[in-house]
């Protein structure tokens, strides 16, 4: 089984930057990619970014310019850097992974974009 553990949520002023984490445990052999997601007020989860085990990234397109995606294999993290945040930002962040048969999500992490 995996195991994701989210961090780095908060309070953050318009314009300002936060840094997601997010560590994996467990049979972190099996997940083929990890990815963020984030779930608005009212709204559906989104896919904000993914990154493979290899390091290719995908961005939603909404996203591209002011976030990225990264990951250090050796602390089996993976972050999510984010600028310029307004408060449309404002959103529960969720990391996911995925292997062959299987996807799983950590608990969430909220973030809060406000002056």
């Known amino acids: 089984q995996v195991q994701l553990v989210e961090s780095g949520g908060g309070l953050v002023q318009p314009g300002g930057s936060l840094r997601l984490s997010c560590q994996a445990s467990?049979?972190?052999?099996?997940?083929?990619?990890m990815g963020w997601y984030r779930q608005a007020p009212g709204k559906e989860r989104e896919l904000v970014a993914a990154?493979?085990?290899?390091?290719?990234?995908d961005y939603a397109d909404s996203f591209k310019g002011r976030f990225t995606i990264s990951r250090d294999n050796a602390k089996n993290t993976v972050y999510l850097q984010m600028n310029s945040l307004g408060p449309e930002d404002t959103a529960v962040f969720y990391c996911?992974?995925?292997?062959?048969?299987?996807?799983?999500w950590g608990q969430g992490t909220p973030v809060t974009v406000s002056s």
């Open positions: 996911n992974a995925r292997g062959r048969y299987f996807v799983v």
């Open positions: 467990g049979s972190i052999f099996s997940i083929n990619d």
């Open positions: 990154i493979t085990r290899g390091g290719s990234t």
